[in-house]
């Protein structure tokens, strides 16, 4: 009779066995758990944000809303036209700048710019929002997110890279641009 | 013959299928279960093949890259033979789904089924909806048209709302800081491996479990389901009034599976594939984004929804209502099992059938979204200019071109956002009419910013004379008191 408490060879190499695939399984793991999350772990430290040129100042003209466009900084091969994007810029006067985006802040749709009655309205669930970007009606909660900009020797340069959505874009909009117009 | 007899002899003796097979094809269901009720989940199991079938069919063209995506889609629907029909069937194949998904559903619930020993193929089948659901979005972004990419930032300004994880959340789902080609490469992972294969272990599980537990019998108003007692109940019922599955209860899911599959052709051919509407290209802005038929019902609500309400309907709605799916065969896993004798259950699904429905159909015809184009497209209707003053055909003008026309209709045109301004003299007196133009309020922009007070003048002028004819135009209540005659 072998004693119960005594371990064979073969349980104790089963045992090992068990083990051993676990310290593989978590060893391929990693590599797999921060493949899956690089999009997270790269975007550290507002690393996707660069500074983009948006054009001379002398093309927006003073006290008008102009749509203007630019190539997201963050490019991969495959993303064709989608990283062409659209922002709204209001030459207040001088080099008085505002830049916003054109998603809507409630969700993302794209806003249209109204010249006559000095809105911007969505097309998605009829947000509105005045000519400086504060709400106006609308489901929004808040006013159009802006882009931190500079106007440098005739340019304006705006800080971008990342879809505004409601919940993201808190960081970046609550901070001073360094040398904001 | 004889051979073909052979052949299949030495097969079975190596793979041992035929006889765990023909047990569950002749497995003996309940006469009463033999019903044109009881054929949902074989049509949901049918369409599901077919949407495998075409789904392939696809991706031997379909490219999955945002810069491609879109031209090889206008490939398939013009250069490619038949390419068109492929998508179409692929297209309204998933809106059968959902919609077949969902009945079966509905009947479940009704006929009890879910009741005990049935309640994890309950919720196999609810995480089998929620598949489904995420099927449908996905397939939805894989048509990488404009529709898609804007209803991605819906997406992602959904998720952006979660607490604290919100903006990690966004970026994983986006595979980047925008909607961009790893976007599309993600969901076509999500769309063509992940969610089908999940999808057929789920149905698997759901229909092995259907085998070995047996088909819902017609449930009968007064026989009560109690744990002791049911599984005998049933084995009795199916021994004394019972027929084999397989030949004598599938033909009407045949027929009926046939007849969905009819179906699907038929709208494929005469409503063709859908989209892809306009290139995916962030820089073009005049457009109007839509979801697909099944989440139009969410567009309304996001609508609708006061802006306080949102966030916390959108996070705590879902789980709620998956939680309370899932509970449901715990909560009542015993007793009554028909719907004549459950009136909370029948109400529940009335109910939300109606609100789904009401949801639906206001989102065909989005009261709540400016009409972009009214200001310059609609003119103001004649009548309304009748023997009018010089001032109030300036007023008319200053309505038209400060796009009041986008958010008030006017003889039925124009947005309806706001109000319909025909009879608005009768509502507002002068000074309200002033007070409102400048100030806004009740969710209406201010325009004192925007407006001189010569056009304020003639615009409330104008807006004074919308009233019916032979009805009196609101007045200052004081002036009426006083008993000055207007």
Known sequence: MPDENLISRRGLFTKIGVLFNGLVAVAIAVPIVRFLLSSITRGRGNAYLSWVPLGRTSEFPEGETRLATFRNPYVMPTDGKT?????????????????????????????????????????????????????????????????????????????????????????????????AG | MRWLTQIGEWFDHRLQLAAPIRDAAEHRVPRNASSWFYVFGSAALTVFMLQIVTGILLALIYVPSASEAWSSLQALNHDVALGWFIRAMHGWG???????????????????????????????????????????????????????????????????????????????????????????????????????GMLIGFVCLHVLMVLKLGINEWPMPGRLVKRATYEREYHELTKKDGEPFVPDAIWKDMFFAAFILIAVAACAIYFGPFGPSGQPDPTII????????????????????????????????????????????????????????????????????????????????TPWSPHMNAWSGNPVPERFLHSSTALQRQGALVFQSKQCRNCHSLGELGGQRGPALDSVAVRLTQDQLIRQVIQGGGNMPAYGKNLSPAETTALVAFLETLHPEGQVPAREAALREGGVQP
Not at chain 1, 88 to 108: K, P, S, Y
Not at chain 1, 118 to 146: I, K, Q, T, V
Not at chain 2, 305 to 310: G, K, Y
Not at chain 2, 327 to 338: D, R, Y
């Open chain 2, 94 to 196: 998933s809106n059968f789904m959902v919609a077949i998904v969902l009945i079966h559903m509905v009947q479940v619930f009704l006929f009890g089924a879910y009741k005990f020993p049935r309640e994890l193929t309950w919720i196999i089948g609810v995480f089998l909806l929620l598949m489904t659901l995420g099927m449908a979005f996905s397939g939805q972004v894989l048509r990488f048209d404009q529709d898609a990419y804007w209803g991605l930032g819906i997406g992602a300004s959904i998720a952006s709302r979660v607490p604290f994880a919100g903006p990690m959340i966004v970026k994983l789902m986006l595979g980047g800081p925008i909607i961009a080609g790893a976007t599309l490469s993600r969901f076509f992972a999500l769309h063509v491996f992940v969610i089908p």
């Open chain 2, 286 to 365: 005049q457009t109007a984004p839509k979801p697909d038929y099944f989440f139009l019902w969410l567009y309304a609500l996001l609508s609708l929804l006061p802006p306080s309400m949102e966030t916390p309907a959108l996070l705590i709605g879902p789980v709620v209502a998956i939680i309370g799916l899932l509970l449901l065969p715990f909560l009542s896993g015993e007793g009554e099992k028909s719907w004549k004798r459950r009136p909370i259950a029948v109400l529940t699904v009335l109910l939300i059938a109606i609100t789904l429905g009401e949801f639906t159909h206001l989102a065909g015809f």
């Open chain 1, 83 to 179: 990283v062409d994007t659209a922002c709204w810029v209001r030459r207040i006067e001088g080099d008085q700048f505002q830049v916003f985006a054109i998603n809507c802040a409630h969700l993302g749709c794209p806003v249209r710019w109204f010249a006559q009655s000095g809105l911007f309205m969505c097309p998605c669930h009829g947000g509105a929002y005045y000519r400086d970007g504060s709400r106006a009606s609308g489901p929004p909660e808040r006013g159009l997110f802006e882009y931190p900009h500079k106007v440098e020797n005739g340019l304006i340069t705006i800080q971008a890279g990342e879809l505004f959505t409601p919940g993201a874009s808190a960081a970046l909009i609550g901070k001073n641009p360094p040398c």
